[in-house]
């Protein structure tokens, strides 16, 4: 019998994010690289691997990762909502007020909410989104 594969998505900025996981030995593969190799910072990491050290599940799954847009900041924030997902996929049969759930762990840290914030547009007149020219009075 084949392992039950379970998918999440995650957008953070202009990345997007799609999450395959399977039951394994807690191997984390992103665009066919591993993480600590793809991702140059070990925060960035250690941050995308949060969902997982909540719910203690570390060891637990293999993670497929292909990501896209945006840079690494936005994509290790797009990586870690999709595994938050993929996370909430595979615990949906479990009561959702009971203290072991994953949804009621992973709420509690933040870990659902998506970060809807984005680049701001450039306005007319203006040499960035708020940015004035100088002012000169004479």
């Not at 509690?108 to 007319?124: F, H």
Request: aromatic share 8%; proline share 4%; glycine share 10%.
């Amino acid at each position: 019998m084949a392992n039950k594969v379970y998918q999440g998505t995650g957008h953070r900025k202009s990345s997007i994010a799609k999450v395959t996981m399977v039951s394994g030995k807690g191997k984390i593969t992103v665009n066919g690289r591993d993480v600590n190799e793809y991702f140059p910072f070990p925060t960035l990491v250690m941050d995308l691997k949060q969902p997982l050290t909540y719910t203690n599940t570390e060891d637990k799954f293999d993670i497929e990762v292909s990501v896209k847009g945006g840079g690494f900041s936005g994509q290790a924030g797009a990586v870690r909502l999709g595994i938050t997902r993929a996370l909430l996929e595979y615990d949906k049969n479990t009561d959702p007020t009971s203290d072991s759930s994953f949804r009621k762990i992973l709420k509690a840290k933040g870990m659902i909410t998506r970060d809807s914030r984005i680049k701001e547009r450039k306005k007319p007149g203006l040499k960035k989104a708020r940015k004035a020219p100088q002012f000169s009075k004479r």
